[in-house]
């Protein structure tokens, strides 16, 4: 059985920066291709970033970004560590919301973790 769990939230005034940290364990391919997501109370969740091995030919990490996101936001993963990390810079209050973490390969969500962008 895949775990997924986030961690690095928090409360950050705008224009600073949050490393949100993800780890998939319980199956080798569990962190193969994974994404964040957020959600405001009362919204649907919605898609943030990306990060999947293309494949064992092409195996260079492939990304993508929500476009409200897009430079500010850095999906990158640390494969020996099995770690997923989303580094969000110039935050503003619109980024405010719950991340979740979730293993594509394991379809597997983690349990979120609070950011909140306020002075």
């Known amino acids: 059985q895949v775990q997924v769990v986030e961690s690095g939230g928090g409360l950050v005034q705008p224009g600073g920066s949050l490393r949100l940290s993800c780890t998939a364990s319980?199956?080798?391919?569990?962190?193969?291709?994974m994404a964040w997501y957020r959600q405001v109370s009362g919204k649907k969740r919605e898609w943030v970033a990306t990060?999947?091995?293309?494949?064992?030919?092409?195996?260079?990490?492939?990304?993508d970004y929500l476009e409200s996101v897009r430079g500010r936001f850095t999906v990158s993963r640390d494969s020996a560590k099995k770690m997923v990390y989303l580094q969000m810079n110039n935050l503003t209050p619109e980024d405010t919301a719950i991340y979740y973490c979730?293993?594509?390969?394991?379809?597997?969500w983690g349990q979120g973790t609070q950011v909140t962008v306020s002075f």
């Open positions: 990060i999947a091995t293309a494949s064992s030919v092409a195996p260079d990490d492939r990304t």
């Open positions: 979730y293993s594509i390969s394991a379809e597997t």
């Open positions: 319980g199956k080798p391919f569990a962190t193969n291709a």
